[in-house]
């Protein structure tokens, strides 16, 4: 079975709204003015700033993006699809059979002898399952929680927000942080006015909420 670590995922942006500045704009202005085609702001980046601050993101709703997530593990994709302001589809274990599939694992764990061993004999057992003549949705409980999937993501930036807010907190496991931080990356370029405010871990924004699992209590992450 081939496996590959977490800074393998590939994320793509395939499609976002155009000129979100201008959305974002618009959307503003239509709650302060009649005429809110008029209506300019000489500073984007702090009127966001105040809008986060009071809380009146709704506007956000109006910019969307498509990403694509390819390679992320079936564990990490339950855990994103708990973001439920979003849309999703991904890789079936019902319908396709999953032999050419490959597996994500940490990076340091790539090449890992017991680790490899254990991932191929969960799918040679996956295998001789469906030879066996037991389909696809039956012998797919034998399948690994690292099986590579594909995953087509549809989210707007508010939304967007508060996955990169929970995402990127070093209390996540590792490979939801890459993801999230891919993800960042590829908005941050097109709308830093937003981003370099909206969707940062807690730790940078006003302080940690995660109690004894905070960084500087000694957390520790478990791969």
Same mark, same amino acid.
């Given at each position: 079975?081939?496996?590959?670590?977490?800074?393998?995922?590939?994320?793509?942006?395939?499609?976002?709204?155009?000129?979100?500045?201008?959305?974002?704009?618009?959307?503003?202005?239509?709650?302060?003015?009649?005429?809110? $085609?008029?209506?300019?702001?000489?500073? &984007?980046?702090?009127? %966001?700033?105040?809008? !986060?601050? =009071?809380?009146?993101?709704?506007?956000?709703?109006?910019?969307?993006?498509?990403?694509?997530?390819?390679?992320?593990?079936?564990?990490?994709?339950?855990?994103?699809?708990?973001?439920?302001?979003?849309?999703?589809?991904?890789?079936?274990?019902?319908?396709?059979?999953?032999?050419?599939?490959?597996?994500?694992?940490?990076?340091?764990?790539?090449?890992?002898?017991?680790?490899?061993?254990?991932?191929?004999?969960?799918?040679?057992?996956?295998?001789?399952?469906?030879?066996?003549?037991?389909?696809?949705?039956?012998? $797919?409980?034998?399948?690994?929680?690292? &099986?590579?999937?594909? %995953?087509?993501?549809? !989210?707007? =930036?508010?939304?967007?927000?508060?996955?990169?807010?929970?995402?990127?907190?070093?209390?996540?496991?590792?490979?939801?942080?890459?993801?999230?931080?891919?993800?960042?990356?590829?908005?941050?370029?097109?709308?830093?006015?937003?981003?370099?405010?909206?969707?940062?871990?807690?730790?940078?924004?006003?302080?940690?909420?995660?109690?004894?699992?905070?960084?500087?209590?000694?957390?520790?992450?478990?791969?």
């Amino acid at each position: 079975m081939k496996v590959h670590g977490y800074s393998d995922i590939k994320v793509s942006l395939l499609r976002h709204t155009e000129n979100p500045q201008e959305v974002i704009r618009y959307a503003l202005a239509a709650t302060m003015k009649k005429d809110f $085609r008029d209506k300019q702001f000489k500073d &984007l980046t702090k009127t %966001l700033a105040f809008c !986060i601050g =009071a809380n009146h993101t709704s506007p956000l709703e109006h910019v969307g993006y498509n990403f694509v997530i390819e390679g992320v593990s079936r564990s990490t994709q339950l855990q994103i699809v708990r973001h439920r302001m979003a849309s999703y589809t991904a890789s079936s274990t019902h319908h396709e059979n999953h032999q050419d599939y490959g597996a994500c694992v940490a990076d340091d764990l790539v090449g890992n002898l017991l680790v490899q061993k254990a991932l191929d004999d969960s799918m040679d057992s996956y295998k001789r399952a469906i030879d066996s003549g037991v389909p696809f949705l039956e012998a $797919r409980q034998l399948l690994p929680n690292a &099986l590579e999937s594909n %995953l087509f993501m549809t !989210i707007n =930036a508010r939304s967007l927000g508060n996955f990169l807010n929970l995402r990127t907190c070093a209390a996540n496991t590792p490979e939801i942080s890459i993801v999230a931080e891919k993800m960042r990356g590829l908005v941050y370029p097109m709308f830093p006015e937003l981003y370099s405010q909206w969707g940062l871990p807690d730790c940078q924004g006003g302080g940690c909420k995660q109690g004894k699992m905070k960084c500087s209590t000694g957390y520790t992450r478990k791969i």
